[in-house]
């Protein structure tokens, strides 16, 4: 499955569900149905296509149960994951207590990130995107992407 990209405003019915915006399932392949979705990072939700969903699920069984920090990170983050389908029209709906974890009232941003959807309040998310200075984007940026040979393997490659 290719990235996904783009930034989509969605507001939730009264029963707490969503629709999947056109532009968002586009990119997605036409037989992508089914989801997880989850407690994310930064009180926000992230919502995996299923085949995705199984390849971190893949990674997390090779995880030593023996060690606290693994269980700790496994009971936090698959605390509330759930299965989701679509619906006739294309809706998803939030579980309640993923909402109430993500403080999710009414409008939402859907995000995407590489193979993945975060999902915020609307509000939360425009909070914390401004919160972003631009200085330390550029270091951050510097710190994450500026590592010497980071890209030698794709260089290779392509």
């Known amino acids: 499955m290719s990235d996904l990209l783009g ?9 707490g569900r969503f629709k999947l915006p056109s532009g968002l399932k586009r990119q997605l392949p036409p037989s992508v149905r089914q989801f997880v979705i989850t407690r994310g990072f930064e009180e926000c939700l992230m919502l995996y296509p299923w085949d995705e969903w199984e390849k971190i699920n893949a990674r ?12 700790d990170f496994l009971r936090y983050f698959k605390r509330g994951a759930n299965y989701m ?3 006739g029209t294309d809706r998803l709906l939030i579980p309640k207590q993923l909402k109430e974890h993500a403080s999710i009232e009414q409008d939402i941003v859907l995000a995407s990130q590489n193979q993945m959807i975060e999902i915020w ?22 710190k994450v992407m500026g590592q010497e040979n980071m890209f030698d393997d794709e260089d290779e490659q392509g």
């Open 121 to 142: 309040d609307r509000n939360k998310y425009y909070e914390y995107t401004e919160e972003a200075d631009p200085d330390q984007f550029a270091e951050l940026a510097e």
């Open 85 to 87: 389908e679509l619906d």
């Open 60 to 71: 997390l069984k090779k995880l030593n149960e023996f060690k606290k920090d693994n269980r």
């Open 7 to 15: 930034e989509f405003e969605v507001r939730l019915d009264s029963k």
